[in-house]
C-alpha cells in the first residue's frame, strides 16, 4: 500500500489524513487503478481488525499528478460537518507550486473565468458572460528560488477544476510538469509540480482548530525548497 502507514499525517476516531502521492487517484475512475480511499479503507481494516466494511467518507479531491494533504471521514457524523465546513469555505487549503517563470509580481490575487471542458479534461480562461463560466479566485506569494525555478505559496478562495493550474498558466506561470497548461516538458513520475501543502479547519467534533502539513515528495527539488524554507 505504498508505504500508507508512514504517510497517515492525522488520525482520530472521525478523520484521518493522509499525504496523496502524485500518481494515485483519490476514488475511482475509468483506469481501474485502486483509489487511494480504498487503500485508506483497507489500511483502516487491517489496523483495528474490522468485520464486514469500512466506512470511509471523501471530503475533497486532488488532481492525480498533485500530491499532498488528502482529509477522509470515519464517520457519517464527521463527512456531513466537513461537508458543511467545506461548502462554507471554512477549510482553508495552502498549496505550493513550483513555476520556472517567474510571476509579474511577487504577491497577487488572481480573479478569472474558467470554463469547463469534460471532452478535454481542462479549464479554459473565459469571459463572465460565457456560458458556463464560473469566477476562479486565488491569491499567491513568493517563496524562494533554486537556480531554474521559483517557489509559490497558493491560498485558494474558490474551489474550480484545474483551478491553480489554469490560473497561474494565464499570467504565463505554468507549473513544472504540467503539459496540459503550457509547461514545455513532463516531469519523470508524470507529477506536476504542485503540492497540497496543508489545509486548516475547526475539527468537526472536537470544536478545536487544527493544522495539518503535508512534507513534500521524495524529490531533491522540492526537499530543497522544503529546506531552504525550514
Not at 45 to 54: D, H, L, M, Q
Not at 94 to 108: D, I, L
Amino acid at each position: 500500500m505504498k508505504n500508507l502507514a508512514s504517510r497517515i499525517l492525522y488520525e482520530d476516531n472521525h478523520l484521518v489524513v493522509v499525504n496523496k502521492l502524485a500518481s494515485e487517484i483519490i476514488q475511482g475512475d475509468k483506469t481501474g487503478d485502486v483509489p487511494l480511499s480504498e487503500e485508506v479503507k483497507l489500511f483502516l481494516k487491517e489496523k483495528y481488525a474490522k468485520p464486514g466494511n469500512v466506512f470511509l467518507g471523501v471530503i475533497h479531491r486532488l488532481d492525480r499528478p498533485v500530491s499532498g494533504v488528502v482529509v477522509f471521514a470515519k464517520t457519517g457524523k464527521a463527512l456531513s460537518r466537513m461537508n458543511e465546513l467545506v461548502k462554507k469555505r471554512e477549510m482553508k487549503k495552502t498549496y505550493w507550486a513550483v513555476v520556472k517563470n517567474m510571476p509579474a509580481q511577487r504577491e497577487a490575487t488572481l480573479n478569472h473565468y474558467l470554463v469547463r471542458n469534460e471532452k478535454k479534461n481542462k479549464s479554459f480562461v473565459s469571459k463572465k458572460n460565457t456560458e458556463g463560466a464560473k469566477e476562479a479566485v486565488l491569491s499567491y506569494r513568493y517563496l524562494a528560488s533554486s537556480d531554474q525555478y521559483h517557489l509559490l505559496e497558493i491560498d485558494l478562495h474558490t474551489g474550480r477544476h484545474h483551478q491553480i493550474r489554469a490560473q497561474l498558466a494565464a499570467i504565463g506561470s505554468p507549473i513544472k510538469g504540467d503539459l496540459k497548461y503550457g509547461f514545455p516538458r513532463s516531469n519523470p513520475d508524470a507529477s506536476i509540480s504542485l503540492h497540497a501543502r496543508s489545509v486548516s479547519f475547526v475539527h468537526p467534533v472536537k470544536k478545536e482548530p487544527l493544522k495539518i502539513e503535508a512534507p513534500v515528495p521524495d524529490d531533491p527539488l522540492w526537499k530543497f525548497f522544503e529546506k531552504k524554507l525550514s
